[in-house]
């Protein structure tokens, strides 16, 4: 009733606008407000600030948006006339594809700048799932809606890659080939034929070769030869995924020459680097390092780095395979660097894990050390996944070597996140052990004291005899690092009682150490 009353205040033209924009899901532009109103932004900034006047809308500077109360948006679109809202809806659904369209002119224009473009949709992300879902919906029936809705999944698709996941991107691609096909779309229906395709490939591959051969046949009834040759290339994928290998590699070669004649340099890295695949599933890696190196040529010659990261990654092993590991090793240098410019931390870690791997090969010790403190660095991020996250024990190992007790720290705090969240007892007991090592390194001796003893408790509980013995141990050491000597030797003990069963000289030799501790504790 109070919001009716204060509503009611407003003219009734104000009222309407106001109510059309509770299409929005979040903050808006007045840019975004005057497409909902079909105004100029003059008109758009004159509204709004009425609107403002009257507190119904706020200003966030920092964000350079309007936005109202939640509690208004609802009320208004219970409120809202069906014409009125499917006018505004599509209103909406036109000014975000402009947006996305505008985004992928700029990644077009500089590929470098994949991570600033996908950064700047973040404000639009929940406007383009509120606008698809519209479109995807059977509210607004009819050619207009499909045509948006077909536009709308094929020019989010790249940024659904990174955005979503592969149900998401497949219900949306799925939507705009339904929509495709309503509407009679034929420039569109090929590229969502491609894109599901894309996403089924390894689960239902034969189907996804179906609908490339029919995406191929249209490319080729449009005469669209570029994109001919990534339909061609795209199955290429699927019969290599086949087993396939002779149709594999004759369909890259066809895309190769397609791209050739397009003079697309982007699209022959690709082919090339593809063939190089075929060859290295072939056991012939010299040629596919020959491939791999035209590939990345190309890569830098158009400046395609995301391009010529993921043929370094190919020609890596490649390289490693023909035991040419400096060469391997300057390829895993270049794709670290590459990654970290464009800001992809998920790739940045694993090519940093591979650098790892063959500087070891290599005894690259002076930039082993580096490596790894960048690649803990990496594992601490929030956003890099399971598989990660699964190296936070090892890489805190490595920190704790390397001295690093800080680091360690972190790591192993991870790594007894991930071991609590999946409720791994044993995985639990050793981060807590670990910890304790890392707080007894920082010289922090009564709070290493604490971590050690939950570790041996977890120990106990599970029957781990050598878990026990081991956590013993460094616990003794600990307590040796305070000057309780007496205390130490004791629990050292327990680690030598339970090795003698099996090493007698090894467990002599650990009596040396402890007999060193209890001198000290002597009088």
């Keep these: 009733l109070i919001l009716t009353a204060c509503l009611e205040r407003l003219p009734p033209e104000s009222r309407q606008r106001l109510s059309m924009l509770s299409v929005f899901a979040g903050p808006f532009t007045k840019e975004a407000a005057g497409t909902v109103w079909d105004l100029d932004n003059s008109g758009a900034v004159r509204q709004l600030t009425q609107l403002m006047e009257f507190c119904f809308l706020d200003w966030t500077p920092s964000l350079e948006r309007f936005s109202m109360h939640d509690l208004l948006r609802e009320h208004l679109l219970r409120q809202l006339d069906p014409e009125l809202g499917r006018m505004a809806r599509a209103r909406h659904a036109k000014y975000v594809l402009s947006a ?4 992928h ?3 077009a224009a500089n590929q470098a700048a994949f991570s600033a473009v996908l950064a700047g949709l973040d404000p639009l992300w929940p406007e383009l799932r509120a606008a698809f879902a519209y479109l995807n919906s059977s509210a607004d029936p009819g050619p207009e809606t499909d045509r948006l809705c077909s536009a709308m999944a094929s020019e989010s698709f790249l940024f659904l890659e ?3 996941s592969a149900d998401v991107q497949l219900a949306w691609a799925n939507a705009g080939l339904q929509a495709a096909e309503r509407a009679g779309l034929a420039e569109d229906l090929h590229i969502h ?7 089924i490939r390894f689960v239902e ?3 996804a070769r179906n609908m490339l051969d029919r995406a191929l046949e249209l490319c080729r009834r449009l005469r669209l030869a570029p994109d001919e040759g990534k339909v061609v290339g795209f199955l290429g994928v699927v019969a290599q995924i086949q087993g396939r290998l002779d149709d594999a590699g004759r369909l890259y070669e066809d895309s190769l020459e397609l791209a050739r004649r397009s003079r697309d340099k982007r699209a022959e890295a690709i082919a090339l680097g593809r063939i190089a695949d075929v060859h290295k599933a072939r056991g012939e890696y010299s ?3 020959a491939l791999l190196s035209e590939a990345v040529r190309l890569d830098q010659e158009t400046r395609d780095e995301r391009g010529e990261a993921i043929d370094l990654a190919s020609l890596t092993e490649a390289l490693r395979r023909c035991a040419d590991n400096e060469k391997a090793w300057a390829c895993t240098l270049r794709r670290i660097e590459i990654w970290r ?3 992809q931390q998920g790739e940045e870690w694993r090519a940093v894990v591979e650098a790892l791997a063959v500087g070891g090969v290599l005894k690259k010790d002076e930039g082993l050390p580096a490596l790894r403190k960048r690649a803990a660095e990496l594992v601490l991020q929030d956003d890099l996944g399971e598989i990660a996250k699964s190296h936070a024990m090892a890489m805190g190992l490595a920190a704790y070597h390397d001295g690093d007790g800080t680091l360690a720290l972190a790591l192993f705090r991870k790594a007894l996140e991930s071991a609590r969240e999946a409720g791994d007892r044993r995985k639990e007991g050793n981060a807590l052990g670990n910890l304790g090592c890392a707080y007894a390194l920082l010289g922090e001796h009564k709070t290493a004291v604490h971590y050690h003893e939950q570790a041996i408790a977890i120990d106990r509980e599970l029957g781990d005899l050598a ?10 050491e600990t307590y040796a690092q305070m000057g309780e000597y007496k205390k130490a030797a004791e629990l050292m003990r327990v680690r030598i009682a339970f090795v003698r069963a099996k090493n007698e000289s090894a467990a002599n030799e650990l009596e040396a150490l402890v007999g060193a501790i209890e001198a000290k504790a002597a009088p």
Aim: charged share 40%.
């Design 467 to 476: 878990g026990e013995a081991m956590g013993s141990w460094d616990l003794g």
């Design 205 to 207: 591959p034969e189907k």
């Design 162 to 164: 990174a955005r979503e």
């Design 341 to 343: 410019k464009l800001k």
């Design 287 to 289: 040629r596919g390092v």
């Design 100 to 103: 996305v369209r505008e985004s």
């Design 193 to 199: 034929l491609r894109h599901v395709a894309w996403l």
């Design 105 to 107: 002119r700029r990644f």
